[in-house]
Nanobody, 125 residues
């Protein structure tokens, strides 16, 4: 069964760090681009970052550039999002997603076919 399971969310003070993890099972992980999305209360879901199957292309939301880093370990079927210098506006549910087969990395939600259940990140103001 194809599945993505996120972990690592929590409550962190402004300026702090969190590392989100996403475990992939049931499909050939190393052939798929992987992305992180987030949805804040009352807002639409937005793409945060994406990494290609070969680690050679990434996408970052402008507001997280320089603070967040996406990475993957194909041997472990894991993708990570290291989040530093967190701000209250980073508060959201964060989702891991894999693209449809043969799709390239992108910031478009429609390009992603498998989603995790989400993990909450809260940064109080």
């Amino acid at each position: 069964q194809e599945q993505l399971v996120e972990s690592g969310g929590g409550l962190v003070q402004p300026g702090g760090s969190l590392r989100l993890s996403c475990a992939a099972t049931g499909f050939s992980f190393d052939y798929y681009a992987m992305g992180w999305f987030r949805q804040a209360p009352g807002k639409e879901r937005e793409a945060v970052s994406c990494i290609s199957d070969g680690h050679d292309a990434t996408y970052y939301l402008n507001s997280v550039k320089g603070r967040f880093t996406i990475s993957r370990d194909n041997a472990k079927n894991m993708v990570y999002l290291q989040m530093n210098s967190l701000k209250p506006e980073d508060t959201a549910v964060y989702y891991c997603a894999s693209t449809h087969p043969l799709f390239y990395c992108s910031g478009f939600e429609a390009d992603f076919g498998l989603w995790g259940q989400g993990t909450q990140v809260a940064v109080p103001s």
